[in-house]
């Protein structure tokens, strides 16, 4: 058994020691909103955090996370209100086909963690994110508009 903390829970799962975060997330705990992208850590739609920083979870194993906080997509907002950075996705229309946005949500909430006012090139370095809609200028309007908020 591997014991995990996601989104503030205590969760232990039973699980092959070579299994992905990844797939612990989706199919051991039954949070979908985390997603399968390139399973190689390139384009981030995996993307969670483990104590606070953004990490691909494709690339990382379940067993080394045992104990820390885990947070994902259905964690970010606190009592069910929206977070800050999903308000702003809704009104800086970024969400196009959507399935990269859960990944670049949690890496921007990492920067704005990090940097609460970052300027656009702290923005291009942190969101290595692919979005294959090329909603790359509404996340970064997005971001200044939640850091604002």
Known sequence: MTSLIVNGRAVEIDVDPDTPLLWAIREQIGLTGTKYGCGIGQCGACTVHIDGVAVRSCSVLAADVA????????????NAAQHRLQRAWIDHDVPQCGYCQSGMLMAAAALLAEKPHPSDQDIDEAI?????????QQAREAIHAAAKA
């Open 67 to 78: 104990g820390k906080a885990i947070t994902t997509i259905e964690g970010l907002a606190e």
């Open 128 to 136: 290595s994110n692919i979005c294959r809609c090329g909603t790359f």
